[in-house]
Protein backbone atom coordinates (compact mmCIF):
# COMPACT_ATOMS: atom_id res chain seq x y z
CA UNK A 1 0.00 0.00 0.00
CA UNK A 2 1.09 3.86 -0.91
CA UNK A 3 -0.13 6.98 -0.04
CA UNK A 4 0.87 10.63 -1.25
CA UNK A 5 1.07 12.63 1.18
CA UNK A 6 1.44 16.96 1.75
CA UNK A 7 3.99 18.61 3.44
CA UNK A 8 6.03 21.48 3.59
CA UNK A 9 4.32 22.72 0.51
CA UNK A 10 5.17 19.65 -1.73
CA UNK A 11 3.49 16.28 -2.34
CA UNK A 12 5.36 13.11 -1.79
CA UNK A 13 4.51 9.37 -2.54
CA UNK A 14 5.32 7.35 0.49
CA UNK A 15 5.19 3.49 1.30
CA UNK A 16 6.18 1.62 4.51
CA UNK A 17 9.51 1.36 4.90
CA UNK A 18 10.65 4.42 2.60
CA UNK A 19 13.29 6.76 3.97
CA UNK A 20 12.83 10.31 2.65
CA UNK A 21 13.57 14.06 2.95
CA UNK A 22 10.88 16.83 3.28
CA UNK A 23 11.67 20.51 4.65
CA UNK A 24 12.63 21.02 8.33
CA UNK A 25 9.91 19.64 10.99
CA UNK A 26 9.85 20.34 14.70
CA UNK A 27 11.08 17.39 16.81
CA UNK A 28 14.48 15.19 17.48
CA UNK A 29 15.49 12.12 16.38
CA UNK A 30 13.64 9.35 17.53
CA UNK A 31 10.40 11.42 17.26
CA UNK A 32 7.19 10.08 15.75
CA UNK A 33 5.40 12.32 13.40
CA UNK A 34 1.71 12.16 12.17
CA UNK A 35 0.95 13.35 8.67
CA UNK A 36 -2.74 13.32 8.54
CA UNK A 37 -2.84 15.23 5.42
CA UNK A 38 -3.38 12.13 2.79
CA UNK A 39 -4.56 12.84 -0.69
CA UNK A 40 -4.34 9.76 -2.22
CA UNK A 41 -4.09 5.95 -1.29
CA UNK A 42 -3.13 3.53 -3.64
CA UNK A 43 -2.85 -0.31 -3.71
CA UNK A 44 -5.22 -2.88 -4.62
CA UNK A 45 -8.12 -0.27 -4.80
CA UNK A 46 -7.42 3.29 -4.91
CA UNK A 47 -8.71 6.07 -3.08
CA UNK A 48 -8.27 9.71 -4.23
CA UNK A 49 -9.47 12.30 -2.07
CA UNK A 50 -11.67 15.47 -2.11
CA UNK A 51 -9.10 16.90 -1.22
CA UNK A 52 -8.34 14.76 1.80
CA UNK A 53 -9.06 10.70 1.92
CA UNK A 54 -10.90 10.96 5.20
CA UNK A 55 -9.25 9.21 7.94
CA UNK A 56 -6.28 8.16 6.26
CA UNK A 57 -3.05 8.50 8.22
CA UNK A 58 0.62 8.24 7.46
CA UNK A 59 2.97 7.65 10.73
CA UNK A 60 7.08 8.15 10.78
CA UNK A 61 9.95 8.41 12.52
CA UNK A 62 12.14 11.14 12.68
CA UNK A 63 16.00 9.29 11.20
CA UNK A 64 18.14 12.61 11.03
CA UNK A 65 17.95 16.86 11.31
CA UNK A 66 20.45 18.31 9.28
CA UNK A 67 21.04 21.06 6.52
CA UNK A 68 21.19 19.86 2.87
CA UNK A 69 24.49 20.87 0.00
CA UNK A 70 25.48 24.80 -0.26
CA UNK A 71 23.91 26.21 -3.16
CA UNK A 72 26.13 29.57 -4.54
CA UNK A 73 23.18 32.62 -4.98
CA UNK A 74 25.32 34.76 -7.75
CA UNK A 75 23.74 38.17 -9.48
CA UNK A 76 25.47 40.46 -11.57
CA UNK A 77 24.74 43.42 -14.07
CA UNK A 78 27.37 44.03 -16.71
CA UNK A 79 29.01 47.08 -16.79
CA UNK A 80 27.13 48.62 -13.92
CA UNK A 81 29.91 47.40 -11.17
CA UNK A 82 27.16 45.76 -9.52
CA UNK A 83 27.89 42.06 -8.23
CA UNK A 84 26.10 40.24 -5.50
CA UNK A 85 27.29 36.78 -3.65
CA UNK A 86 25.64 34.52 -1.65
CA UNK A 87 25.55 31.25 0.00
CA UNK A 88 22.26 28.93 1.16
CA UNK A 89 21.98 25.97 3.28
CA UNK A 90 18.59 24.70 3.40
CA UNK A 91 17.57 22.91 6.33
CA UNK A 92 16.18 19.14 5.71
CA UNK A 93 14.28 16.52 7.94
CA UNK A 94 14.95 12.87 7.27
CA UNK A 95 12.16 10.63 7.62
CA UNK A 96 11.44 6.58 7.64
CA UNK A 97 7.69 5.55 7.24
CA UNK A 98 6.31 3.33 9.85
CA UNK A 99 3.33 2.88 8.54
CA UNK A 100 0.58 3.69 6.24
CA UNK A 101 -3.51 3.19 7.31
CA UNK A 102 -6.24 3.87 5.70
Known amino acids: MYAVIKTGGKQ ?7 RLRVEKLEGAIGDFVNF ?9 T ?3 GLPLVSGAKVSAQIVSQ ?11 RRRKRYRRKNG ?3 PFTELKITAVSA
Open 12 to 18: YRVSEGD
Open 36 to 44: PEVLMLGGE
Open 46 to 48: VSI
Open 88 to 90: HRQ
Open 66 to 76: GQGKKIIVFKM
